[in-house]
T-cell receptor
């Protein structure tokens, strides 16, 4: 089956620093990748949708200058949390699909970000 | 706002029994996709089953089946012969925006009792 990896699986950083999270589709080409945020015991909140080679589409309320998304190739998307603050601490999950949201999304294992 | 509603925060089922998880949704679109995803304690999201709205036939996947009622905007998941490994959070989801994104419900926590 389709496999999506995420790296790192967890990261702890100091307030004010930037953190980059990578999302890779290992055995298929992902035309679309999605970035979600999940708070404890809550659902997934879509942050942004990115298509390879174009700018990401951010959901309302998500700061695009704070959460930088790059989808440079059909197998790699990155999320950079800039100037991280404790309120950015969360579980970040990426997913990838070959044909957008109509197609099945394959999820990465998630990244736990803790900002001190 | 177009939403996905899961009215059962928690459910429990005896091992080998059958359980049904409820989901209703709101949409103004005629074509869309519906999904059930499972999130075990490892937090890895796993697709359980997928339904295309233009298909009347209910999707099935081994022990998992859905009851899709398009007019009622209802999409329930039935798990037959429940196994301990079925214990997880189950999220109902719907595509929207011309298939550009997926909206998730808040989830139902399923407990399987040995």
């Amino acid at each position: 089956g389709a496999v999506v990896s995420q790296h790192p699986s967890w990261v702890i950083c100091k307030s004010g620093t930037s953190v980059k999270i990578e999302c890779r589709s290992l055995d298929f080409q992902a035309t679309t990748m999605f970035w979600y945020r999940q708070f404890p015991k809550q659902s997934l909140m879509l942050m942004a949708t990115s298509n390879e080679g174009s700018k990401a589409t951010y959901e309302q309320g998500v700061e695009k200058d704070k959460f930088l998304i790059n989808h440079a190739s059909l197998t790699l998307s990155t999320l950079t949390v800039t100037s991280a603050h404790p309120e950015d601490s969360s579980f970040y999950i990426c997913s990838a699909s070959a044909q957008g949201a109509a197609d099945t999304q394959y999820f990465g294992p998630g990244t736990r970000l803790t900002v001190l | 706002a177009q939403t996905v509603t899961q009215s059962q925060p928690e459910m429990s089922v005896q091992e080998a029994e059958t359980v049904t998880l409820s989901c209703t949704y709101d949409t103004s679109e005629s074509d869309y996709y519906l999904f059930w995803y499972k999130q075990p304690p490892s937090r890895q999201m796993i697709l359980v089953i997928r339904q295309e709205a233009y298909k009347q036939q209910n999707a099935t996947e081994n022990r998992f089946s859905v009851n899709f009622q398009k007019a009622a905007k209802s999409f329930s998941l039935k798990i037959s012969d429940s196994q301990l490994g079925d214990a997880a959070m189950y999220f109902c989801a719907r595509s929207s925006g011309g298939y550009q994104k997926v909206t998730f419900g808040i989830g139902t926590k399923l407990q399987v009792i040995p």
